[in-house]
């Protein structure tokens, strides 16, 4: 946590088991705490700590300026991190050099504003837009009406820890269009529907990502029980609410290959549809998810920024950085 | 979605011969010569606790009812009612919004103050025949008096039905605050998220409609909560001068004009000046001699039969709100001070508001001489200091605002007044700053409260991950669910490490945090055994009861760092 534009404060709780399972007891002693600049890498500074429980308080040497701190143990002669802090930035302390300012009127504010709102949504809902999908037929047939599956607006999008945790958005926040029309509603503000989403999971399709093409995919729900359940309930919110007439078309799945989720260790081969993916899980965390091409995709986890790979019993979620291909 | 995520720079360049100084000097220009934005913050902790009837953190609430919310709200019905066009910003907390519509705290407050007439009552017979103390004895009697009647006939014991007809008839603009009034910097994107939207969701629930600015608690900002802000559909927010000075890029116009995130929230920035006038002690207004004594009260001056009532569960002595004297000096031990005259006072009023009024007018001529275009002064103060900690605080306040509807050097403004009013302001993203002293964390932050934060970020980490698991809880799981946020809630008030860190009420400070994050770690074991105790949940329900319309859903998402 950066305090002030020189000072920080840095805590780590790790258990002694973890430590002295990657290091050993002896080595646990010769912990230290290493301040290090961003995006340079390099180490500004160290202190000596105890490595299982403590805190710091970090002097910064330049206010704004990005850091983040270190906590590692000399063994076998390098150095092994055994925690690494999000990044912090530090304020600034002197008033930024002047440029061209740009003026907005009060209706450029609001479009601002409004845009910003629909990117903020979009973001907090793991940036679905609606696109077709064979997927949606169960839930057709239950709304009575042409149904069409979210997918992450933009490639890389899928990387976000959006989807398991922003179930509750979606569920909210849904877009919605009636048939043959692209109108979007959003549903947060005129009604609280309550309604969730079963769990959901991103991966990618790596075969069309490569093209360009929006390849990113969003599963809710496990099996097509859960999606049913979740369109009709949601299709009967929307009538109760009265909002709109006629049909409705909700966003539930992806566009793309069926493929199930990955299975939270081990490895698994899912084809249900006409192309196939291998998901496998190391034992560092780092998820690959390979296409019958041999494309590859590899998640690794970012605990360094804060998130963790996170799996719940109906969820799944893969945060990660993507390697590229 | 290529409209909505184009760059910034398309608003530049769409009009560029818009994005000139010179050009905004002359066109577009308000019809008001300058702006003063009167902008108070009324917030409590959440101090409601039903095992506790005479504790000391429910009468701070009660105290603030009868001496500041009262008393402010009569104030702004003779403002209405004088057809004055005047304007005031009022921020009400979500946890003072809670309260005051609790019903136990109702009826305990309305119990507490009946309690205290009849001291007032004892105190106006006890001075009878004291000429240095008996017209004060009075007036405390006729002000209790006052609230009370005020509170159970005028105002039906619905304050926020009261503020919610004075904005109504455009007299108030009221605006929300974060969900328990966290210090949003210290916490990474979910948690700050679902502080936000809590806290835009409770005015909804409150008031019937969206709350068009937000108070940041302690002006706690670093970029990226514009961003969240702007999720909830909030135009502006009020940040402390050096978010300005120094934000990216420097504000041409300085802190005299809001400027416009680049998702298109508004920051606007207190004025010094105008804010060290009222708040300082030291140097400002209320220091002067023939003002109230705050420190000197009846509640540690008289026998402790005669107020039996007020004593604390442990016997010590508290305030009770009754007090006799002035501040006389500022070296003058307590018990040397004088006699309050409350003549003096309401001359003292008179002054400093004529002072401060003069003072703004000739700042805004100053700077509009500079600029040429109209300025924009903004004077954020917590609600509490008038009235409570500035007993003649109210009165001032009407007098500033009577003076200033009868000068043309400004206008007596809004900030959606400002926004609306023609005036085109300069995209810039203000710095990471508070209000705190040293501008930064410090105050929250620091030796003394450091401890609190491994406990809250790790209750905010685990709330975000078992919501992020349960997506269809029902029944108990689903009640337990929601507590748990409430006391993740509860946990994590700003109000907890500040007190810390001032060194008042401590103890109480602390064991509210150790309550909370107890009773999370405690719920959060059961619910992940799938053991919930029932009668247990049920007890804490009834206890920390705020927010009932919360859903633990918006709790859910990845706590990651904030980024601009």
Redesign the interface.
Known sequence: ?????RSG?A?W?LSVDRIDAAVGPSDRRRAFLRLIGVPGGYVLAEYKVRAERG?QAVALPEADSSYLVELAVMHNYQWVVLARS????A????????????????A???????????????R?SGDL?PAPTRGARPVERQAGAPVRMGAP??IGSETR??P??????L?SELAFARAGSEARLRLREPVGIPF????STAITAPAAAALGALAAAVWLGRDPIDVLHAGSKLASALADAGMPSGPVVAILDPPGPDVAPPEPAGSRTSSPGSEAYTVSESLDGSITVTDRDGNFITYSPVRS???DV?R????A?I?GVRHEL | ?G????P?SG??TS?SS????PR?AHG?ESAAPGHLVVFLHAHLPYVRDPDDKDGLAEGWFFEALTETYIPLLAMAEGWHRDRLPARLTVSLSPPLLEMLRDELLVTRYVDRTRALLELADSEVRRTASDERFRSTALMNRARIADAIDRFEHWYSRDLTAAFAELQDRGVLELVTSCATHAFL??F?E?YA?AQIALGARCYEHHFRRRSPGMWLPECGF?PGID??L??E?I?YFIVDAHAL????????LGTHAPI?C?????AFARDPEASAQVWSAEVGYPGDPRYREFYRDIGHDLDSGTIERFLLPDGARRNVGLKYHRVTGRDVPLHDKEPYHRAWALDAVNDHAEHFVLARAHRIDEIRATTGRAPVIVAPYDAELFGHWWFEGPEFLDLVVRKSCAQSAYRLSTPSDV??S?L?????MP???SWGA?????VW??SDN?WI??HVHHAAREM??I??????AEGLVLRALNQLARELLLATASDWPFMISMGTTVEYAESRVRRHINRFTQLLGQIENRAIDEGLLSTVEASDNIFPYL?Y??F??????LER
Not at chain 2, 262 to 266: H, L
Not at chain 2, 467 to 472: D, I, L
């Open positions: 946590m950066v305090r002030d534009p404060h805590y709780d805190s999000n990044v912090v930035h304020p600034p302390t002197m008033a930024r050099v002047a440029s061209m300012p740009v003026f907005v009127s009060r450029e504010q609001l479009r601002l504003l409004a845009e910003s709102r629909e990117r903020e949504l979009d907090a837009v607006a933009r820890p959006a398991a945790g922003s179930e509750p958005r569920a969730v989403m079963p769990g920024a804060g998130v996170s719940g019993r109906s969820a979620a945060v | 979605m409209d909505r995520q184009r910034l608003c530049a009009s818009d994005c000139t100084l905004l577009g910097p210290g990474g979910a998220g670093v961003r969240l702007a999720r559909a135009n000075e120094l934000a990216d890029p420097r504000p041409a416009i680049p998702s298109g929230v508004a926004l609306e023609g085109e302001f300069q995209i810039a710095a990471a700053s040293y501008g930064h964390s410090q932050l620091n450091e934060w491994p975000s991950r919501a992020s698991e349960h997506v269809r859903d859903h918006d859910a998402g990845a706590e990651t760092v």
